[in-house]
């Protein structure tokens, strides 16, 4: 059984950081994407970051700078870390893993606000 369990989010200023943490299961961690999303109120959810199971990352260009995803094999986590936030940061992360079918995590608020 695949599971995807996200922590970390709450509040913080602007210019502030967060780290989210996904705790995976259920599936070969190692050799497998994992990516972040996340939905703004009122918004489609967007692509933020992914990382291969060898470590190539990419990001959007509205994170790139800012955010840094990583994983720890050994652990079966995966980690966004968010730097300089911004209010438009707002809205609830998703970690997914990109296997033949998509698994997602059920979210973390983030709320940017002062």
């Known amino acids: 059984q695949v599971q995807l369990v996200e922590s970390g989010g709450g509040l913080a200023q602007p210019g502030g950081s967060l780290r989210l943490s996904c705790a995976a299961s259920?599936?070969?961690?190692?050799?497998?994407?994992m990516a972040w999303y996340r939905q703004a109120p009122g918004k489609e959810r967007e692509w933020a970051a992914s990382?291969?199971?060898?470590?190539?990352?990419l990001y959007s260009g509205s994170v790139r700078g800012r955010f840094t995803i990583s994983r720890d094999n050994a652990k079966n986590t995966v980690y966004l870390q968010m730097n300089s936030l911004k209010p438009e940061d707002t809205g609830v992360y998703y970690c997914?893993?990109?296997?033949?079918?998509?698994?997602w995590g059920q979210g973390t608020q983030v709320t940017v606000s002062s």
């Open positions: 997914k893993a990109v296997a033949s079918t998509a698994y």
């Open positions: 259920g599936f070969p961690f190692s050799s497998t994407a």
């Open positions: 990382i291969a199971g060898a470590g190539t990352r």
